[in-house]
């Protein structure tokens, strides 16, 4: 099994940096997806790490460990649009390959 | 446009009924995947499909149903044996060595 263990709640400034922690138990890892939900809507992906480093994209970045089970999102140049959840999901290993979710963080932007 | 969709958005039951939610996909996607949200939760895996007319259990099976008669739909059934069904529910399809996960809007079922 997985346990996915995300901050609930974080409040940033417009124009400011934010970066959204996520650490995870698994029995198995085969990478570690992050996705935004706007309130009502379907998750959108945003960013896939399977190796250690970070992935850059815009104004987002995503960073994994995989020593210390450990990813962070980082948004830059916070705009209202962010506010939103940003959710972290570790994928499993195996033909399923489902995903396991945490929580989310619900991040708010303020002007 | 390739996408998946899912209807209605919002759906009234009252409680004991059967209720049946709808995603079809035009991806080409293998894999298919039922989705529960609750208020302030992460989504938790209720049943997943790789090929057509196979599907397996994910963590919270209890209560529900699925079919995957299509490549392109895999409707799921909440049954009157499902405790708390109000939530909100996602279809998601997925393919590739990456298997991205590619989400419906969702339908919004409300039990009275």
């Known amino acids: 099994g997985q346990n996915i263990d995300q901050p609930t709640e974080m409040t940033a400034t417009e124009g400011a940096i934010v970066q959204i922690n996520c650490t995870y138990q698994t029995s198995g890892f085969n990478g570690l997806f992050w996705y935004q939900q706007h309130a009502g809507e379907a998750p959108t992906f945003l960013s896939y790490?399977?190796?250690?480093g970070l992935e850059e994209k815009g104004r987002f970045s995503s960073f994994l460990s995989r020593s210390k089970g450990y990813s962070y999102l980082l948004l830059k140049e916070l705009q209202m649009k962010d506010s939103a959840s940003y959710l972290c999901a570790v994928r499993e290993p195996g033909s399923a390959r489902q995903l396991t979710f945490g929580s989310g963080t619900q991040l708010t932007v303020l002007p | 446009d390739g996408g998946i969709t899912q209807s209605p958005k919002y759906l009234f039951r009252k409680e004991g009924q059967n209720v049946t939610l709808s995603c079809e996909q035009n991806?080409?996607?293998?894999?298919m995947y039922w989705y529960r949200q609750d208020p302030g939760q992460g989504l938790r895996l209720i049943y997943y499909s790789q090929i057509v007319n196979d599907f397996q259990k994910g963590d919270i099976a209890e209560g529900y149903s699925v079919s995957r008669e299509k490549k392109e739909s895999f409707p799921l059934t909440v049954t009157s044996a499902q405790k708390n069904p109000t939530a909100f529910y996602l279809c998601a399809s997925g393919q590739g060595a990456r298997n991205e996960q590619f989400f419906g809007p969702g339908t919004r079922l409300t039990v009275l």
């Open positions: 991806l080409n996607h293998d894999a």
């Open positions: 790490n399977v190796l250690d």
